[in-house]
C-alpha cells in the first residue's frame, strides 16, 4: 500500500489562499480511491473538511463551503485542497486521507466522517494570521 504525503501548507494571512496537495504516486489505480482533507486544531477534534469521489464529486463541510475546491488529479496521482478567503480558525494540521470500497470498481461515495479512510498522510501545518 502507497503512502500520501501532503504540501503546500504555510503561513498566511487572513482573506489570502492556500493550495494543499496529496502526492499519492504509491497508489496505482488512484481513481478507484475515495479521498478527503481533514483537519485538527491543537485541542479540537478532527474534523472532515471536503471528500471527493471518483467522478468528481464532491462535498464540503460547513465551515469551508463556499471558499473551497477540492479537485483530484487521477493522471498526476494528486489530490488537491484550495482554500480561499482565509480564516484564523482555519490553522490547523491538514491530513488528506483514502479509503477504497470493496464492492465496487470506483469510489460513489463522499464521507466526512474519518470512520471508513484507512490510510492517512503525515499532514501539513496551515497558520492563518489576522
Given at each position: 500500500?502507497?503512502?500520501?504525503?501532503?504540501?503546500?501548507?504555510?503561513?498566511?494571512?487572513t482573506?489570502?489562499?492556500?493550495?494543499?496537495?496529496?502526492?499519492?504516486s504509491?497508489?496505482?489505480?488512484?481513481?478507484?480511491?475515495c479521498?478527503?482533507?481533514?483537519?485538527?486544531?491543537?485541542?479540537?477534534?478532527?474534523?472532515?473538511v471536503?471528500?471527493?469521489?471518483s467522478?468528481g464529486i464532491?462535498s464540503?463541510s460547513?465551515?469551508?463551503?463556499?471558499?473551497s475546491?477540492?479537485?483530484?488529479?487521477?493522471?498526476?496521482?494528486?489530490l488537491?485542497?484550495?482554500?480561499n478567503?482565509?480564516?484564523?480558525?482555519?490553522?490547523?494540521?491538514?491530513?488528506?486521507?483514502?479509503?477504497r470500497?470493496t464492492?465496487t470498481?470506483?469510489?460513489?461515495?463522499?464521507?466526512l466522517?474519518?470512520?471508513?479512510?484507512?490510510?492517512?498522510g503525515?499532514?501539513t501545518?496551515v497558520?492563518?494570521?489576522?
Amino acid at each position: 500500500q502507497g503512502q500520501l504525503v501532503e504540501s503546500g501548507g504555510g503561513s498566511a494571512q487572513t482573506g489570502g489562499s492556500l493550495r494543499l496537495s496529496c502526492d499519492a504516486s504509491g497508489y496505482s489505480l488512484m481513481i478507484r480511491y475515495c479521498m478527503g482533507w481533514f483537519r485538527q486544531a491543537p485541542g479540537k477534534e478532527r474534523e472532515g473538511v471536503a471528500a471527493i469521489d471518483s467522478d468528481g464529486i464532491t462535498s464540503y463541510s460547513e465551515s469551508v463551503k463556499g471558499r473551497s475546491t477540492i479537485s483530484r488529479d487521477n493522471t498526476k496521482k494528486t489530490l488537491y485542497l484550495q482554500i480561499n478567503n482565509l480564516k484564523p480558525e482555519d490553522s490547523a494540521m491538514y491530513y488528506c486521507a483514502a479509503y477504497r470500497l470493496t464492492d465496487t470498481w470506483l469510489c460513489r461515495s463522499l464521507d466526512l466522517g474519518e470512520g471508513r479512510y484507512s490510510v492517512w498522510g503525515q499532514g501539513t501545518q496551515v497558520t492563518v494570521s489576522s
